[in-house]
Nanobody, 121 residues
Framework: QVQLVESGGGLVQAGGSLKLSCAASGRTFSNYAMGWFRQAPGKEREFVAAISRSGGSTYYGISVKGRFIISRDNAKNTVSLQMSSLKPEDTAVYYC??????????????WGQGTQVTVSS
């Protein structure tokens, strides 16, 4: 089992920045690819970003590419999502996910409880 706990969500004005963090425990963190997804009310869960086990490869959803940066620290068992130039449409619950295989779809093995991000216009 892998336990994931997100933090860093909150309310921010459009154009602002926010950094989300996800702390992992339970298994060897570096054995897992990590992803961030988000879900707004009434919408499907959307891929945001993913990072390989070593951190050498990253992938982004079209709507966030160029504005968000995913990173990981395998020594600290954490993965982060730096969000910049935030827009009201970025408002959602953001979820951290871990899996043996890096995916851009929600097929991960483990999920956090989510953290709310609200961007005001």
């Amino acid at each position: 089992q892998v336990q994931l706990v997100e933090s860093g969500g909150g309310l921010v004005q459009a154009g602002g920045s926010l950094k989300l963090s996800c702390a992992a425990s339970g298994r060897t963190f570096s054995n897992y690819a990590m992803g961030w997804f988000r879900q707004a009310p009434g919408k499907e869960r959307e891929f945001v970003a993913a990072i390989s086990r070593s951190g050498g490869s990253t992938y982004y959803g079209i709507s966030v590419k160029g504005r968000f940066i995913i990173s990981r620290d395998n020594a600290k068992n954490t993965v982060s999502l730096q969000m910049s130039s935030l827009k009201p449409e970025d408002t959602a619950v953001y979820y951290c996910a871990a899996g043996r295989t890096l995916r851009t779809t929600p097929g991960y093995d483990y999920w956090g409880q989510g953290t709310q991000v609200t961007v005001s216009s």
